[in-house]
């Protein structure tokens, strides 16, 4: 039996949700940050590859954010002072 085989081999379905959301954001944030860095490389596309790049980066930083207020929609935030 390996050290690296966790007591319970059974994963709770919530941290996998939150590792795919996590390549996720890291496929979509390095590659726009990837086609930032190739927009002066492309002649005649350089805005067009570089909009894309900036576009991805955004949905990137957007997609946790977004996730995280559908997962707690319906919840009753208190409000400061009450």
């Known amino acids: 039996m390996s050290g690296l ?16 959301v996590f390549v996720l954001y890291l496929v979509l944030f390095l590659g726009g940050m990837g086609l930032m860095g190739y927009a002066a490389t492309v002649p005649g596309l350089e805005g067009l590859v570089f909009v894309a790049g900036i576009l991805l980066v955004s949905l990137a930083v957007a997609l946790p954010i977004a996730l995280s207020s559908f997962e707690h929609r319906g919840e009753h935030r208190g ?3 009450n």
């Open 79 to 81: 409000h400061v002072g």
């Open 5 to 20: 085989q966790p007591r319970d081999s059974r994963e709770r379905p919530q941290n996998r949700e939150m590792r795919i």
